[in-house]
């Protein structure tokens, strides 16, 4: 999770998994990560699970696995929330 992040961030191998095809033409957008300024593709994810939380059509950049190793959950999946919060040390996601 990470609230700083307009949008969920998805590595290539995730992208892949899901079926969301990209070709290298796809990647012409510029993000700004901590590692610095790299190309993206900009997608929209049919629809994100996390447990029992499902959000449609869900606005994502995929990033090359070598420059992000961890999927981020931002805030193109969290604003479409009810409420999330951390709550006791554990994550609480409401839709």
Do not use: C, W
């Given at each position: ?50 447990g ?13 696995d ?30």
């Open positions: 999770i990470d609230t700083g992040a307009t949008l969920v961030a998805i590595n290539t191998s995730t992208a892949r998994r899901a079926g969301i095809s990209l070709n290298p033409s796809d990647f012409i957008h510029e993000v700004n990560t901590a590692n610095g300024a790299i190309k993206a593709a900009v997608v929209t994810v049919e629809r994100l699970q996390i029992k939380i499902s959000v449609e059509n869900v606005q994502a950049v995929v990033i090359d070598r420059a992000l190793q961890t999927n981020l959950i931002g805030m193109s999946f969290l604003q479409r929330l009810q409420k999330y919060q951390v709550e006791n040390g554990s994550l609480l996601l409401v839709q």
